[in-house]
């Protein structure tokens, strides 16, 4: 197994496994894909059945549940990709424009 003795940022392929292959479980969670986001979902509580559905489709670790059972995206994880809008059972997400 790699020992990292940098941050995963600045580590170049030399130094990973062949292939790709992770050996550490958990190492999503160092990547902040937070900042790949040019929009981001925004939730409309009202409508919301608390089915989990969102945070099930959601490829990262970026949706995080609030206490009611209710959910937000985490502004660390969240890249954008829409996935959660497309999918959320009532249509009570709506994906808006980051600001400058
Ligand atoms: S936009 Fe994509 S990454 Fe962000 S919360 Fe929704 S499914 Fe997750
Ligand atoms: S999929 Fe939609 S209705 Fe279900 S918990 Fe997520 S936001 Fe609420």
């Not at 970026?62 to 990709?81: L, Q, R």
Request: one cysteine or more; charged letters at 25%; aromatic letters at 8%.
């Amino acid at each position: 197994m790699i020992k990292y003795t940098k941050p995963l940022e600045q580590t170049t392929w030399r130094e990973t496994e062949v292939g790709g292959v992770l050996t550490v479980p958990g190492t999503a969670r160092e990547y902040r894909t937070g900042d790949w986001r040019s929009q981001h979902p925004v939730w409309t509580k009202s409508r919301c059945i608390r089915c989990g559905v969102c945070w099930t489709v959601c490829p990262e670790p970026a949706i995080v549940e609030e206490p009611g059972g209710y959910f937000d995206m985490d502004p660390n994880y969240c890249k954008g990709c829409g996935i959660c809008a497309r999918e959320c059972v009532t249509g009570c997400i709506s994906m808006v424009p980051e600001e400058e």
